[in-house]
């Protein structure tokens, strides 16, 4: 037991630490979601604390970290709009419709995980994972620069003189001193970015600095900082929200949207992070736990969560591996909420901004550049499209674009390659062997290559190198067979799936005598007499 232990010991020290990291980068991004959700910043900040928590102690990816992002975000923003248009002035309905939401796409991801469904993230191609890294990796980039600008009235305006030249100096020491930690000997197994952020904000504080703070970004945003208590149980939703089929309606597309953005954001980060830690994740369980987690999330007044893919990667690159780090991270910004709000409102921004920029670097796959002209063309395609609709769109759509290309090129690329050896045997016999997939692509292609006017009486179709997949090449073989048999000819059909003949005995008794049964298959061999192979 004791070298159970002291054999992990060491990484809860990096657990630990890399857990406190995460909660000060989780702050700004939780505020800022919050922010463009049209929430206060607490619902953020509780969202972020919730499924992060939950998520770290039952999903099916240890190191992995969830919290308020983005990409629900801003499908949020439309839903707390029109939830307030449907109130009077003041009562903030879309709020409590945003809840209610929340909590019906939880049990939807629910149901996704119990019917699993989270196993469909293996038919991503690699291409579609590097154009989402990289998409990604520029959305986090450009959600930066946002924090180089000032708010002028009711306009935002890029800092100038001095203010510019602080806020670049912090964010290039801040990015100097993670780069460099690592390359010290005695430095190299401190959490960089912690490091940095302690150092930066010293350095703000001791030479009292004008800069923008995570107070000052609470504040420019409308909101009042950071202190808060514990979450509460909203049961006011249910008495807000009234549950008809109007409300389902209006709700039920939501979250249909919220559950699979959320899905897809936190099943390609576990493939991420499962790449980086050659580990291997459960995708089903991940999907059950960000399900309950925003159930649970909604019921206590959260906007809900996934996987946060650039805090993963800082948990990652600071050493957390397992659950711990996650437990950490959300129990230490619940902290900061309630006891040290204060001190989290003096870290700057530039620090965050700073980790922020290193998670970009080491986000984006440099490789692809590399791999650009050694790669199919379609592949290229297909990353740079992901790529361009992160950025432009979001996530889903990106995904959803890039899996269906790859699905029509892999197609397309089938459909062509099948074949057909005819041979005749000693009784003159015409022998069709097909080699290549049979499906609703290769059906036409399949059916040119016999010529049934001409074949003499006795023809035989040897399926052995070939695969009858779906409903239309049932179709097709079977049409096959009753062109032959109206020119008056005989048919038979060999090594055929079980499937295909199964479907095709239900299609029509004639097939019991068209399919040839008893006969051996040359690719196997079963072994009688064990003597014989030792």
Same mark, same amino acid.
């Given at each position: 037991? /004791?070298?159970?232990?002291?054999?992990?010991?060491?990484?809860?020290?990096?657990? !630990?630490?890399?857990?406190? /990291?995460?909660?000060?980068?989780?702050?700004?991004?939780?505020?800022?979601?919050?922010? !463009?959700?049209?929430?206060?910043p607490l619902v953020g900040l509780y969202a972020a604390f919730m499924v992060g928590l939950i998520t770290s102690i039952f999903g099916g990816r240890p190191g992995m970290i969830s919290g308020a992002t983005g990409a629900l975000a801003v499908v949020m923003v439309t839903l707390v709009a029109r939830g307030n248009e449907m109130g009077t002035p003041g009562e903030n309905l879309g709020l409590y419709y945003l809840f209610a939401t929340v909590i019906l796409m939880g049990f939807i991801q629910v149901m996704a995980g119990v019917l699993k469904l989270g196993k469909f993230v293996r038919l991503i191609p690699h291409s579609v994972m590097l154009g989402f890294v990289n998409g990604l990796a520029i959305v986090i980039f450009l959600s930066q620069l946002g924090m180089f600008k000032e708010k002028v009235g009711e306009e935002e305006i890029w800092l100038q003189g001095t203010e510019l030249y602080l806020m670049v100096g912090l964010v290039a020491l801040t990015m100097f001193m993670m780069l460099g930690m690592p390359k010290i000997k005695y430095l190299k197994k401190l959490p960089e970015a912690l490091i940095a952020i302690l150092v930066v904000s010293s350095i703000v504080i001791f030479f009292n600095l004008d800069v923008a703070t995570v107070g000052s970004f609470i504040r420019d945003g409308g909101g009042e900082g950071l202190k808060g208590g514990l979450p509460t149980l909203h049961l006011e939703t249910f008495q807000k929200i009234p549950f008809t089929w109007e409300t389902i309606k209006f709700i039920l597309p939501y979250a249909v949207i919220l559950a699979a953005i959320g899905l897809i954001e936190s099943l390609m980060t576990l493939n991420l992070i499962d790449d980086l830690t050659e580990t291997r994740g459960n995708a089903n369980k991940e999907c059950i736990a960000q399900g309950s987690a925003n159930v649970v999330t909604g019921l206590f007044g959260g906007m809900g969560g996934c996987a946060m893919i650039g805090q993963s990667i800082i948990n990652i690159k600071s050493g957390g591996r397992g659950r711990l780090s996650g437990i950490v991270a959300a129990l230490t910004l619940l902290s900061f909420v309630l006891f040290a709000s204060g001190l989290i409102e003096q870290v700057p921004i530039a620090a965050l901004v700073g980790v922020m920029f290193m998670v970009v670097i080491g986000t984006f796959a440099w490789s692809s550049f590399r791999i650009l002209n050694k790669i199919p063309k379609t592949d290229v395609f297909v990353l740079i499209l992901v790529s361009a609709l992160t950025v432009i769109f979001d996530l889903a759509i990106a995904v959803f674009a890039g899996v269906i290309i790859s699905a029509l090129v892999f197609s397309w690329e089938n459909a062509v390659r099948i074949r057909a050896r005819k041979h005749f045997k000693e009784d003159g016999t015409k022998v069709y062997e097909i080699w290549g997939p049979l499906f609703f692509g290769s059906i036409a292609t399949f059916n040119s290559k016999f010529d049934a006017k001409n074949d003499p009486d006795q023809v035989e179709i040897d399926f052995m190198e070939s695969r009858v997949s779906d409903h239309s090449a049932i179709e097709a073989v079977s049409s096959i067979v009753e062109k032959y048999e109206t020119a008056g000819k005989t048919i038979h059909l060999k090594h055929l799936s079980e499937e295909c003949k199964l479907l095709l005995h239900k299609n029509s008794p004639k097939f019991r005598e068209v399919i040839i049964e008893a006969i051996d298959d040359p690719r196997y061999h079963v072994a009688e007499n064990p003597e014989e192979f030792n």
């Open positions: 037991m /004791t070298e159970f232990i002291s054999k992990r010991l060491p990484n809860v020290k990096n657990d !630990v630490l890399s857990g406190i /990291t995460v909660a000060l980068a989780l702050v700004p991004e939780a505020v800022a979601f919050a922010f !463009v959700a049209g929430v206060d």
